[in-house]
C-alpha cells in the first residue's frame, strides 16, 4: 500500500541550496535517513524546514516541492537520522527515499573569518596576483586533509580544468561581493 504524504505543497525559495537527499527509512517511528553532500552537515540540524523535491530517477511518491517541517536531526554512526512533522511511521518514512533536501541559503549557520561555504565560492572568477585570469571554480573537491578548487577554463577552444589547492598558502584572498579570488598560481603550474 502506498504511504498518503500529508506535507504542504510549496515553493523552492529563490536562494535554496541542495544539502542532502533521503536515503531511506529508519526504525518504525518515522524516522529516516539523510546523505548529507557535505562533511560538515550543519544546515541540516540548524534549518527547522527543509524543502524536498522528488529524486531525478527512481519512483516519485510526490511531485513539485514540499515543505517538511524537521522536529530533530542528529548524527547517528556516520550517518544523520531526521524526524520530520507528519512523518509518523515507516510508511511514510520509505515515502520520501530518493528525495533531494533543499534548504535556504539564508538558513545556514554564519561562517567566521576565512571560513566559506563550496556554495559561495562555486562561478567565482579565479586570478593570480599578476592580473592573470586563471578560470572559474566549478566545483571543490574534498582531498581528505585539504579541499581543492576545480577551475574551469579555456585554451585553444577547448575546455580544460585547472586545480588549486584551497589553502592559505596559495589562495590570497577571497572577495564575495567582486566574485573573485586572487591566488598566488601561475598558468603554467
Do not use: C
Request: aromatic content about 10%; glycine content about 6%.
Amino acid at each position: 500500500m502506498a504511504a498518503h504524504l500529508t506535507l504542504e505543497p510549496t515553493e523552492l525559495p529563490a536562494d535554496a541550496v541542495e544539502v542532502g537527499r533521503i536515503a531511506d527509512a529508519w526504525g518504525i517511528k518515522g524516522w529516516f535517513k539523510v546523505l548529507p553532500h557535505s562533511s560538515n552537515p550543519e544546515v541540516l540540524f540548524s534549518a527547522k524546514r527543509w524543502y524536498l523535491q522528488p529524486s531525478e530517477r527512481g519512483a516519485k511518491t510526490f511531485a513539485g516541492t514540499l515543505l517538511l517541517p524537521i522536529r530533530q536531526a542528529k548524527n547517528h554512526s556516520d550517518t544523520v537520522v531526521a524526524w520530520a512533522q507528519g512523518i509518523d511511521d515507516r510508511d511514510a518514512a520509505e515515502a520520501l527515499r530518493g528525495a533531494r533536501i533543499f534548504v535556504p541559503r539564508s538558513s545556514f549557520p554564519s561562517t567566521t573569518e576565512d571560513e566559506y561555504y563550496w556554495v559561495d565560492l562555486i562561478g567565482l572568477s579565479v586570478i593570480n596576483r599578476e592580473g592573470v585570469a586563471l578560470g572559474v571554480v566549478q566545483e571543490l573537491m574534498s582531498t581528505g586533509p585539504q579541499t581543492v578548487l576545480v577551475l574551469g577554463y579555456e585554451q585553444d577552444g577547448k575546455p580544460q580544468e585547472r586545480m588549486i589547492p584551497f589553502v592559505s598558502a596559495f589562495v590570497d584572498k577571497v572577495d564575495l561581493p567582486e566574485k573573485r579570488i586572487t591566488v598566488d598560481w601561475q598558468p603554467d603550474y
